[in-house]
């Protein structure tokens, strides 16, 4: 079949595709030179995996994989008059550089003279039975929180770009639920139900339990900042062939345009509370470092995100590190990973002892 060329798609520099009824009928000249085998009526395979993983893509949806050895953002837009536009989006290496890696160190060093300070205006604060300035410390230490996670976020986005994450044997049932459980005491303070559902008991395999822990609450921060309070979010783990799948759905619904823009690094303007927006960005990094893809569909009125993991055989013994405390200093993960969405409350004296 020969290539035909669409008029609408020759201004569009990354490669786009033209879908009739969900088939591809035509192709730019980027789409042509990053797919130099493709024909018309047939998608790449790694286009053809990641749109069959959606249950309904001509609703359109926004995902990230492997494609032609190069780490893609893909967007499909909801189906009209019977054509969709496929866009797909490589990504170069990451930037920063040397100066990415001072800010981080930098951060650091002011994050333990405030860590210290806070601790030694603490002790103090508890033993009062004035508590008045409880509300104070408490807002403190949850911007103490959020800064470093913002620090950690930008610091993993430059380990990322350097190496590859040493992986071992771990149960991602087990990882769930243990986190589940975590998380869903504090979300409730910040008035969203968490649920956690899944009928496996275990599911080993291979891979990072820090970095797959990491993915997972900012799977969780997102649902619950869209859900907003009143709203429900819920983590399914389920297995498909050999593929492990954590879907988070919310209540909380988000355009096209939302779903769009949410792999995309800075494309939405920062906003006061709301992070450094990277909570995705890692999402999708973290799981591209597995061989994993990932998908975001409208759902039900809300929103679902759903993570695509090969499993691979773990071998032997598990040895899965059970998430308390992060390793780099006493930080409890679940307490860092939501610092953005849960109420100044959470960080009281009980949950940082």
Not at 4 to 28: K, Q, V
Not at 161 to 170: H, K, R, T, V, Y
Request: hydrophobic share 40%; net charge negative.
């Amino acid at each position: 079949m020969e290539h035909r060329e669409d008029a609408r798609l020759d201004a569009i520099p990354f490669p786009a595709f033209i879908l009739r009824d969900g088939r591809p009928e035509s192709g730019n000249r980027a789409a042509r030179e990053m797919f130099p085998g493709w024909q018309p009526g047939g998608l790449p395979a790694a286009l053809e995996q990641l749109l069959g993983e959606a249950e309904d893509p001509s609703a359109g949806l926004a995902g990230c994989c492997m494609a032609e050895g190069k780490d893609c953002q893909v967007t499909l837009s909801p189906r009209t008059e019977g054509e969709q536009l496929l866009c797909v989006v490589p990504r170069g290496p990451g930037a920063g550089g040397p100066a990415l890696e001072q800010l981080g160190s930098q951060l650091r060093e002011c994050l333990g003279e405030l860590h210290l300070s806070a601790q030694r205006l603490g002790q103090p604060l508890e033993q009062l039975q004035d508590r008045r300035w409880d509300g104070a410390y408490f807002t403190l230490q949850r911007g103490l929180y959020r800064l470093l996670r913002m620090t950690r976020h930008l610091e993993l986005l430059q380990q990322l770009d350097q190496e590859l994450p040493e992986q071992g044997a771990l149960d991602l049932a087990d990882l769930c639920a243990e986190l589940t459980g975590q998380a869903e005491v504090l979300s409730r303070q910040a008035g969203v139900e968490l649920y956690y559902e899944s009928r496996l008991l275990t599911l080993p395999t291979l891979g990072s339990a820090p970095l797959l822990e990491m993915l997972l609450l900012n799977l969780l921060s997102n649902g619950i900042k869209a859900a907003g309070r009143g709203g429900t979010v819920t983590l399914r783990l389920s297995r498909e062939g050999r593929n492990a799948v954590l879907a988070v759905e919310d209540s909380g619904g988000a355009g096209q345009a939302d779903l769009t823009a949410l792999f995309q690094e800075g494309a939405s303007p920062l906003r006061p509370g709301a992070g450094l927006g990277l909570g995705l960005t890692l999402v999708r990094r973290i799981a591209l470092a597995h061989e994993g893809t990932v998908l975001a569909v409208g759902h039900g009125g809300g929103t679902r995100v759903t993570v695509f993991l090969p499993l691979r055989d773990a071998g032997g013994a598990l040895s899965l590190r059970t998430p308390t405390r992060d390793a780099e200093g006493g930080f409890p993960p679940v307490l860092v990973e939501l610092s953005d969405v849960l109420p100044s409350s959470c960080y009281d004296y009980s949950n940082l002892d």
